[in-house]
T-cell receptor, first 115, second 114 residues
Framework: SAVISQKPSRDICQRGTSLTIQCQVD?????MFWYRQQPGQSLTLIAT?????????ESGFVIDKFPISRPNLTFSTLTVSNMSPEDSSIYLC????????????FGPGTRLTVL | AQSVSQHNHHVILSEAASLELGCNYS??????LFWYVQYPGQHLQLLLK??????LVKGIKGFEAEFIKSKFSFNLRKPSVQWSDTAEYFC????????????FGQGTTLQVKP
């Protein structure tokens, strides 16, 4: 398994600002992912964070809005840019040891409120 | 497109009652199947998973799930629930590929009354 931590755990931000969320894994992992869980809804994959290359975004998510970095095999960041109240969600990082269809382990999430 | 459907959005049970949460998915290829649980104030945890082999899989805390390929289903069961099982339960599917993308169901909130 993998133990994942995220910072910050929660934040309240003003409209138009940006927030960077950090995700740290306790061991090297092959795959890292970012999900969004909007109030009362399920988890939706935003993107796959690729080490050493640009992230792979899902339909409906773009790099300008959600830039992602992954400088090494244990760390990734997600930035929520130019925030609006609609971005209020829980953002979760996950990781899996192997490529493909391995089990994903999740971080505790970052609860973001945009005023 | 792949999708996952959980039949029950909110389930209320008394302690010692039996539990079955439904999960159906739509995807014609080979899949891996997961149930995750989120206890109040805690992060998402893996409850059990099915990759291959025996379609009846056992997870933590007395939970089990059965994969029925012909019905595209992966229902979660527990013979006798406890108050501590109060949580939100998510079914998730991953098409066997290199992308690793998980598709989640809508989630089921389980409330167990003492």
């Amino acid at each position: 398994s993998a133990v994942i931590s995220q910072k910050p755990s929660r934040d309240i931000c003003q409209r138009g600002t940006s927030l960077t969320i950090q995700c740290q894994v306790d061991s090297q992992v092959t795959m890292m992912f970012w999900y969004r869980q909007q109030p009362g809804q399920s988890l939706t994959l935003i993107a796959t964070a690729n080490q050493g290359s640009e992230a792979t975004y899902e339909s409906g998510f773009v790099i300008d809005k959600f830039p992602i970095s992954r400088p090494n095999l244990t760390f990734s960041t997600l930035t929520v840019s130019n925030m609006s109240p609609e971005d209020s969600s829980i953002y979760l990082c996950s990781a899996s040891k192997e490529t493909g269809s391995d089990t994903q382990y999740f971080g505790p999430g970052t609860r973001l409120t945009v005023l | 497109a792949q999708s996952v459907s959980q039949h029950n959005h909110h389930v209320i049970l008394s302690e010692a009652a039996s539990l079955e949460l439904g999960c159906n998915y739509s995807y014609g290829g080979t899949v891996n199947l997961f149930w995750y649980v989120q206890y109040p104030g805690q992060h998402l945890q893996l409850l059990l998973k099915y990759f291959s082999g025996d379609p009846l899989v056992k997870g933590i805390k007395g939970f089990e799930a059965e994969f029925i390929k012909s019905k595209f289903s992966f229902n979660l069961r527990k013979p006798s629930v406890q108050w501590s099982d109060t949580a939100e339960y998510f079914c998730a599917v991953n098409a066997v590929s290199n992308t690793g993308k998980l598709i989640f169901g809508q989630g089921t909130t389980l409330q167990v009354k003492p």
